[in-house]
């Protein structure tokens, strides 16, 4: 049996089909604090990020939601419950075919496709996102779990995260687990 998880299951690949008009349903940044490689295979999709410093004007629900916004209509926000986002400053951009994007861990995004599309993705972690991805993925855990579990999960991962980093300096660790 393995001491150490394998560097695949660390990171997950999606693939995304749309029509024209359709959109991710909320301002979100991706789960566990994962980075996100995004390739545009075919079509076009228009993308509003915001660095994580914006995280206070962003509204984050609470709990496991805490990536998602509360804001549920960012093209007409209701600035009378969501006042701070007056001072949220979007960068917007479309994304065509044989581009690729990069999201880094932490940042809200959004997207609406403008034309039939076609998009994979991949998520990982690795060295720069590795703390905030350990207390996630141990806070994804703490409902129906013990705290001597939970604890034990994190010390696990962060020695997972040391041994990585010193094993795999000049490695693809720097890239993606």
């Not at 604090?33 to 075919?42: D, E, G, I, K, N």
């Not at 994304?95 to 496709?113: A, N, Y």
């Not at 972690?125 to 993925?137: G, K, Q, S």
């Not at 855990?141 to 034990?152: D, F, I, P, S, V």
């Amino acid at each position: 049996s393995r001491i150490w998880p394998s560097r695949e299951s660390l990171r997950y690949l999606e693939i995304y089909i749309g029509g024209t008009g359709a959109q991710f349903p909320v301002l979100h940044y991706d789960g566990l604090h994962t980075h996100a490689w995004l390739m545009q295979v075919y079509g076009t999709k228009r993308y509003v990020v915001y660095p994580p410093e914006q995280t206070p004007y962003m509204y984050p629900r609470t709990g496991v939601e805490s990536n998602k916004s509360s804001i549920p209509d960012l093209e007409r926000p209701d600035l009378d419950r969501f006042p701070l986002f007056a001072k949220a400053t979007p960068t917007v951009f479309d994304l065509h075919p044989g581009e690729s994007l990069f999201v880094p861990s932490g940042w809200w995004h959004t997207v609406k496709i403008l034309s039939p599309s076609i998009t994979i993705s991949v998520n990982a972690a690795n060295r720069p996102n590795w703390t905030a991805f350990v207390a996630d993925w141990v806070g994804s855990k703490r409902e129906g779990r013990g705290n001597a579990y939970c604890n034990a999960l994190q010390a696990y991962l962060v020695v997972f995260g040391w041994a990585q980093s010193l094993i795999g300096r000049a490695t693809d660790w720097s890239y993606v687990l």
